[in-house]
């Protein structure tokens, strides 16, 4: 049972526009959001987050967006440029004691920024 | 500020050889340390975490083990190596909620 989904494998977005990559997870006790930008064969960097008491976070051109009700997340770059061409996984969060903090990965957009 | 190493960057490996890759953080103590792997097309699946010297949980059931001999040393390794596990290996150390990961290693099983 995959608790965080990316629903879409790929996205293709024109330079200067916006990007939005979604996400939706089914688990009521994830509290904390995670994005991370990965690039080939390198590991994967992080990028932005959001508790779950928010509803936006904002990074310069990187916003992330919850809504809890919906059990959505989604990442808006905007303006997008060539260099955002990478794989982007959302990542969630639930405390699952003893301190572990374990992060459950979704399977990742990969977004590809057209000149 | 925090760095954390892997080696080796790239590695075949035979079906049945042993296998060990290994992983160090510096910078912090007493980090959470987490193995996860990425197959071809699929996303991050954590394998192992532990948090401290000597405690190891497992997620997945599987030929591989973990050990945490010292504080910010963390050592993924098999005694027989499957085809199924080729892929991109990444370690990573955890501040709470956030976590940091090395450059990874790509394995290949033949």
């Known amino acids: 049972d995959q608790q965080v989904k990316q629903n879409s494998p790929s996205l293709s977005v024109q330079e200067g526009r916006i990007s939005i990559l979604n996400c939706d997870y089914t688990n009521s006790m994830f509290d904390y959001f995670l994005w991370y930008k990965k690039y080939p064969a390198e590991g994967p960097t992080f990028l932005i987050s959001i508790s779950s008491i928010k509803d936006k976070n904002e990074d310069g051109r990187f916003t992330v967006f919850l809504n809890k009700s919906a059990k959505h997340l989604s990442l808006h770059i905007v303006p997008s440029q060539p260099g955002d061409s990478a794989v982007y996984f959302c990542a969630a969060s639930a405390n699952s004691g003893a301190g572990s903090y374990q992060l459950t990965f979704g399977k990742g957009t990969k977004l590809s920024v057209i000149p | 500020s925090q760095t954390i190493h892997q080696w080796p960057a790239t590695l075949v490996q035979p079906v049945g050889s042993p296998l060990s890759l290994e992983c160090t953080v510096e910078g912090t103590s007493n980090p959470n340390l987490y193995w996860y792997r990425q197959a071809a097309g699929r996303g991050l699946q954590l394998l192992f975490y532990?948090?401290?010297?000597?405690?190891i949980s497992s997620e997945v059931p599987q030929n591989l083990s973990a050990s945490r001999p010292q504080d910010r040393q963390f050592i993924l390794s098999s005694k027989k190596l499957l085809l199924s596990d080729s892929g991109f290996y990444l370690c990573?150390?955890?501040?709470?909620?956030?976590?940091?990961f090395g450059p990874g290693t790509r394995l290949t099983v033949t």
């Open positions: 990573a150390w955890g501040d709470r909620n956030e976590q940091y």
């Open positions: 532990s948090v401290g010297i000597g405690q």
